[in-house]
């Protein structure tokens, strides 16, 4: 049998459905996590029967009048695909609101079992609920229920209850009068009578010690939050912690070692070398093709892409507490006016938040947002914060040629905000898009401490699939780009003194070209950039097999190995300029394929799809060259090339004219439709 | 007057909601913010408001504010 889980946004459904079928679906502290319908099979634990129980939890929904695109989904399988049973989560704090959604799914003929949910919270503030009265006036099985990380409480009997129920009938309580709504106003008066309904049914089965509308706790949080002088430069403070604690301290001790009391634990990082060591030593009798092909390239390649795992992991850690606890809306809420500038809102903050540990969710949680441009814009620009991929290549640049790696990484998180905005911004201009009123409005869910165990959980998967990623589509580049810069066409090893005959190099070769006026003159460069489509970290896994380095890390207490940065500088032969616009060409052109995926299916429109590719593009680009060129007239002039740095300014102007004629095409267009409109 | 010119604290009744978006207009309604209803300002901001419906927090903007007449 079928059983539906639907409830208000935030009312706890995904942990419940979690609880239930041991799934692992991204939970977060405020309304609109899950965007999509997702089905599991409820474990045996929580019931007895030989029937299989599927479960499918949708996105949350206030009422059954379809308003974003979450809330169409939710109605849409409950009339259409008609479950067994309903499990109505509702949000035992606010029964007010949520038993409006209540009543209308009671309406639609499927048996309902009502869960009160986060019980726990009303026992702490003393709010009493009359279960047996409300079930009475309900006319369906009521419970209470706690399904938070710590405790699971009331879940069987829920289970147990929607099971019993199958194909009985429930009488609707309230019914709206007969037939459909003649008009709007009559829709909005059977809609109020219907509250009043529910207003009656709250004042006879809850009784509350707190007012609710009195200022609390959560208010005097939320005053200095989201307070107009203090509110940016906080969420400026826990970004830079988030950064700070994960690629300069706890990630980067976790990864080279640390010294306690005098002794010194060992690294990843150094465990990965002693490994490779191993196995080179082992091999010391194989043919020396294959010997080199497994240590150099798939070992090498891959230990430089897990190596960094401990900064990815400790970061997803913490953006996972910070999504537990509730500060993301405060967030939305303090950059709600700096995003309207640029014809954004407050909405799109928790994408580009949420995209810094990985732009597909980030890409996806844009669904929320209600107004189609503001939603493609935000799908476009997203990609731009650098995401957990990308850490290991700034923390591969910053360590070899800036000696210390936060200054270089803060500075990009900065870049990529900026480019939001600008491009927000640019995006208004090309769409010819006119200031029309749009309003913001977010819920504030209660603050919580957040739960140590999911964010361990969360970090664990992710950086599960982290190791999964190199073990399978960067092992693979890997051995794939080995192979190629070992054989020539003609399928004869390489000689030593002509690595320029091999495959790879044939190969990037026309696309390092287009390099040059960003300072990179080298094949391997190109080739490593190329294979950053297929999944970010791979451009570090193929410059550590092109230039046969693993150990890439480096901090200054290890200073990689003796002196080993200036050797991976050296290696590399790159000027500081060009190495940064090199890191930053990697960080602002498109993403990788699983985020243009997700940046399609957002989208829904070719145009805008390409549009945001092209814009990518032109926008890394111009970064790369801006840097490059800017930053080598004030290091050292004398080694600008002129002709390169002529081609490439062309083709900034190229990227420049094509952007202003798609503008002044769309703009006349606008004025056309708004001239016609106005006739 | 509408509702950015409430007093802090103080319960008021919503008179009348006027958002020109009838989505809009609904889906204040299915959050319990509809004409007859009543809502309280918590905190005033530069830019926006939260506002306390039913038993829930919302953060609003001023366009929405001015839009609720009260």
Same mark, same amino acid.
């Given at each position: 049998?079928?059983?539906?889980?639907?409830?208000?946004?935030?009312?706890?459904?995904?942990?419940?459905?979690?609880?239930?079928?041991?799934?692992?679906?991204?939970?977060?502290?405020?309304?609109?996590?899950?965007?999509?319908?997702?089905?599991?099979?409820?474990?045996? $634990?929580?019931?007895?029967?030989?029937?299989?129980?599927?479960?499918?939890?949708?996105?949350?929904?206030?009422?059954?009048?379809?308003?974003?695109?979450?809330?169409?989904?939710?109605?849409?399988?409950?009339?259409?695909?008609?479950?067994?049973?309903?499990?109505?989560?509702?949000?035992?704090?606010?029964?007010?609101?949520?038993?409006?959604?209540?009543?209308?799914?009671?309406?639609?003929?499927?048996?309902?079992?009502?869960?009160?949910?986060?019980?726990?919270?009303?026992?702490?503030?003393?709010?009493?609920?009359?279960?047996?009265?409300?079930?009475?006036?309900?006319?369906?099985?009521?419970?209470?229920?706690?399904?938070?990380?710590?405790?699971?409480?009331?879940?069987?009997?829920?289970?147990?209850?929607?099971?019993?129920?199958?194909? @009985?009938? #429930?009488?609707?309580?309230?019914?709206?009068?007969?037939?459909?709504?003649?008009?709007?106003?009559?829709?909005?008066?059977?809609?109020?009578?219907?509250?009043?309904?529910?207003?009656?049914?709250?004042?006879?089965?809850?009784?509350?010690?707190?007012?609710?509308?009195?200022?609390?706790?959560?208010?005097?949080?939320?005053?200095?939050?989201?307070?107009?002088?203090?509110?940016?430069?906080?969420?400026?403070?826990?970004?830079?912690?988030?950064?700070?604690?994960?690629?300069?301290?706890?990630?980067?001790?976790?990864?080279?070692?640390?010294?306690?009391?005098?002794?010194?634990?060992?690294?990843?990082?150094?465990?990965?070398?002693?490994?490779?060591?191993?196995?080179?030593?082992?091999?010391?009798?194989?043919?020396?093709?294959?010997?080199?092909?497994?240590?150099?390239?798939?070992?090498?390649?891959?230990?430089?892409?897990?190596?960094?795992?401990?900064?990815?992991?400790?970061?997803?850690?913490?953006?996972?507490?910070?999504?537990?606890?509730?500060?993301? !809306?405060?967030?939305?809420?303090?950059?709600?006016?700096?995003?309207?500038?640029?014809?954004?809102?407050?909405?799109?903050?928790?994408?580009?938040?949420?995209?810094?540990?990985?732009?597909?969710?980030?890409?996806?949680?844009?669904?929320?947002?209600?107004?189609?441009?503001?939603?493609?814009?935000?799908?476009?620009? !997203?990609?731009?914060?650098?995401?957990?991929?990308?850490?290991?290549?700034?923390?591969?640049? =910053?360590?070899?040629?800036?000696?210390?790696?936060?200054?270089?990484?803060?500075?990009?998180?900065?870049?990529?905000?900026?480019?939001?905005?600008?491009?927000?911004?640019?995006?208004?201009?090309?769409?010819?898009?006119?200031?029309?009123?749009?309003?913001?409005?977010?819920?504030?869910?209660?603050?919580?401490? %957040?739960?140590?165990?999911?964010?361990?959980?969360?970090? /664990? #998967?992710?950086?599960?699939?982290?190791?999964?990623?190199?073990?399978?589509? &960067?092992?693979? /580049?890997?051995?794939?780009?080995?192979?190629?810069?070992?054989?020539?066409?003609?399928?004869?090893?390489?000689?030593?003194?002509? %690595?320029?005959?091999? &495959?790879?190099?044939?190969?990037?070769? %026309?696309?390092?070209?287009?390099? &040059?006026?960003?300072?990179?003159?080298?094949?391997?460069? !190109?080739?490593?950039?190329?294979?950053?489509?297929?999944?970010?970290?791979?451009?570090?896994?193929?410059?550590?097999?092109?230039?046969?380095?693993?150990?890439?890390?480096?901090?200054?207490?290890?200073?990689?190995?003796?002196?080993?940065?200036?050797?991976?500088?050296?290696?590399?032969?790159?000027?500081?300029?060009?190495?940064?616009?090199?890191?930053?060409?990697?960080?602002?052109?498109?993403? /990788?394929?699983?985020?243009?995926?997700?940046?399609?299916?957002?989208?829904?429109?070719?145009?805008?799809?390409?549009?945001?590719?092209?814009?990518?593009?032109?926008?890394?680009?111009?970064?790369?060259?801006?840097?490059?060129?800017?930053?080598?007239? &004030?290091?050292?002039?004398?080694?600008? =090339?002129?002709?390169? !740095?002529?081609?490439?300014?062309?083709?900034?102007?190229?990227?420049?004219?094509?952007?202003?004629?798609?503008?002044?095409?769309?703009?006349? $267009?606008?004025?056309?439709?708004?001239? @016609?409109?106005?006739? | 007057?509408?509702?950015?010119?409430?007093?802090?604290?103080?319960?008021?009744?919503?008179?009348?909601?006027?958002?020109?978006?009838?989505?809009?207009?609904?889906?204040?309604?299915?959050?319990?913010?509809? +004409?007859?209803?009543?809502?309280?300002?918590?905190?005033?901001?530069?830019?926006?408001?939260?506002?306390?419906?039913?038993?829930?927090?919302? +953060?609003?903007?001023?366009?929405?504010?001015?839009?609720?007449?009260?």
């Amino acid at each position: 049998m079928r059983i539906a889980f639907a409830g208000n946004p935030n009312s706890g459904k995904t942990t419940m459905f979690n609880a239930l079928t041991g799934s692992n679906e991204k939970v977060g502290n405020w309304a609109g996590v899950t965007v999509d319908k997702k089905t599991g099979i409820i474990k045996k $634990k929580f019931y007895s029967g030989g029937e299989t129980l599927f479960a499918v939890d949708l996105p949350g929904a206030y009422s059954m009048s379809p308003f974003t695109a979450e809330e169409s989904v939710t109605s849409t399988y409950i009339k259409k695909e008609a479950p067994d049973v309903i499990i109505n989560i509702v949000d035992a704090t606010n029964i007010a609101r949520s038993l409006f959604f209540t009543t209308q799914l009671l309406e639609l003929g499927v048996p309902v079992v009502v869960a009160l949910n986060k019980s726990d919270i009303n026992k702490k503030k003393e709010t009493r609920i009359d279960t047996v009265a409300l079930s009475g006036l309900l006319g369906c099985p009521v419970y209470t229920t706690v399904s938070s990380s710590a405790k699971l409480e009331g879940l069987k009997e829920v289970v147990g209850a929607a099971v019993a129920l199958k194909g @009985k009938e #429930q009488k609707a309580p309230y019914t709206a009068e007969d037939g459909a709504p003649a008009d709007l106003e009559a829709a909005k008066a059977a809609d109020r009578k219907r509250f009043d309904f529910v207003n009656s049914i709250v004042e006879k089965v809850e009784t509350r010690r707190q007012s609710s509308g009195e200022k609390n706790i959560h208010d005097k949080i939320d005053a200095v939050l989201t307070n107009k002088w203090a509110g940016i430069p906080i969420f400026a403070v826990v970004m830079f912690l988030v950064f700070q604690i994960s690629q300069a301290w706890l990630g980067a001790w976790i990864a080279e070692g640390v010294e306690i009391g005098g002794r010194e634990i060992p690294g990843l990082v150094t465990l990965i070398d002693a490994f490779k060591e191993w196995v080179a030593g082992s091999l010391s009798h194989a043919n020396v093709f294959w010997a080199a092909l497994l240590t150099e390239g798939i070992i090498g390649g891959v230990s430089a892409v897990v190596g960094f795992l401990p900064l990815v992991m400790v970061m997803y850690f913490l953006i996972a507490l910070l999504e537990d606890c509730g500060y993301m !809306a405060r967030v939305s809420v303090v950059l709600d006016p700096i995003f309207k500038k640029v014809g954004l809102s407050g909405k799109s903050v928790i994408p580009f938040v949420v995209g810094t540990g990985c732009a597909v969710p980030g890409v996806m949680a844009c669904r929320t947002i209600r107004s189609d441009r503001e939603r493609r814009a935000t799908a476009m620009l !997203a990609p731009f914060m650098p995401c957990g991929a990308k850490l290991p290549i700034i923390g591969l640049f =910053a360590g070899a040629f800036f000696g210390e790696a936060s200054w270089v990484g803060t500075l990009m998180y900065f870049v990529g905000i900026l480019i939001i905005l600008l491009g927000a911004l640019l995006v208004n201009k090309i769409t010819g898009f006119k200031n029309k009123k749009s309003f913001f409005i977010i819920e504030l869910p209660e603050y919580k401490v %957040p739960s140590l165990w999911r964010a361990i959980k969360s970090m /664990c #998967q992710r950086g599960w699939s982290y190791v999964v990623k190199a073990g399978t589509v &960067i092992l693979l /580049c890997n051995a794939v780009v080995y192979v190629m810069q070992s054989f020539t066409w003609g399928l004869k090893l390489v000689a030593e003194d002509a %690595p320029e005959t091999s &495959i790879l190099a044939t190969v990037a070769g %026309p696309i390092a070209i287009l390099l &040059i006026p960003i300072g990179v003159r080298a094949w391997e460069m !190109a080739a490593a950039a190329v294979t950053g489509f297929i999944a970010k970290e791979n451009v570090v896994g193929t410059l550590a097999v092109c230039y046969g380095i693993s150990n890439l890390i480096n901090t200054e207490e290890l200073a990689m190995v003796e002196g080993a940065d200036s050797a991976v500088a050296a290696a590399f032969g790159l000027t500081k300029a060009a190495a940064l616009a090199y890191l930053m060409f990697n960080l602002f052109t498109p993403p /990788c394929f699983a985020a243009i995926g997700a940046m399609n299916s957002e989208m829904k429109s070719a145009k805008w799809f390409w549009g945001g590719i092209g814009l990518q593009l032109a926008v890394g680009y111009t970064v790369a060259y801006a840097v490059y060129t800017v930053g080598t007239l &004030i290091t050292d002039p004398a080694s600008l =090339a002129l002709l390169p !740095a002529i081609l490439g300014f062309a083709a900034v102007l190229g990227f420049a004219g094509v952007i202003v004629a798609i503008g002044v095409h769309n703009n006349k $267009k606008a004025k056309e439709e708004l001239a @016609k409109k106005a006739l | 007057m509408d509702l950015t010119k409430a007093i802090e604290g103080k319960e008021y009744i919503v008179k009348d909601i006027d958002t020109g978006d009838s989505e809009m207009d609904s889906f204040l309604f299915s959050l319990g913010c509809y +004409s007859g209803a009543p809502i309280r300002v918590i905190t005033k901001r530069r830019s926006g408001f939260t506002v306390a419906i039913k038993d829930a927090r919302y +953060s609003i903007d001023v366009h929405l504010a001015r839009a609720i007449r009260i």
